[in-house]
Nanobody, 125 residues
Framework: QVQLSESGGRLVQAGASLRLSCAVS????????LGWFRQAPGKEREFIAS????????YYADSVKGRFTISRDIAEETTYLQMNSLKPEDTAVYYC??????????????????WGKGTLVTVSS
């Protein structure tokens, strides 16, 4: 069993920066990928970024490429999502995701094995 705990979401103004954290605990495997998804009100959950735990390879959705950065800290067993130049359309609940996956190249994540409970980010105009 893997537990994911997100934090860092809050209300910010457009143009601000924010960093989300996701602490990973439990029985993780040696090969896994972590990702961030978001779900805006009335919309489907969408993939935004992923990182391979072992290689640090990353992948981004076009909607956040150049503004968001995913990273991980092995010692802290935490993945981060640095979000810059936030826009009102970035308002959503942000979820951390864990996928047992062999491979050192990051890809969009599907068929997620574990989800966090989410953290709300609200960007005011």
């Amino acid at each position: 069993q893997v537990q994911l705990s997100e934090s860092g979401g809050r209300l910010v103004q457009a143009g601000a920066s924010l960093r989300l954290s996701c602490a990973v605990s439990g029985r993780t495997f040696s090969t896994f990928h972590l990702g961030w998804f978001r779900q805006a009100p009335g919309k489907e959950r969408e993939f935004i970024a992923s990182i391979v735990w072992s290689s640090r390879s990353t992948y981004y959705a076009d909607s956040v490429k150049g503004r968001f950065t995913i990273s991980r800290d092995i010692a802290e067993e935490t993945t981060y999502l640095q979000m810059n130049s936030l826009k009102p359309e970035d308002t959503a609940v942000y979820y951390c995701a864990y996928k047992f996956k062999v491979g050192v190249v990051a890809t969009p994540l599907v068929d997620i094995d574990y989800w966090g409970k989410g953290t709300l980010v609200t960007v005011s105009s």
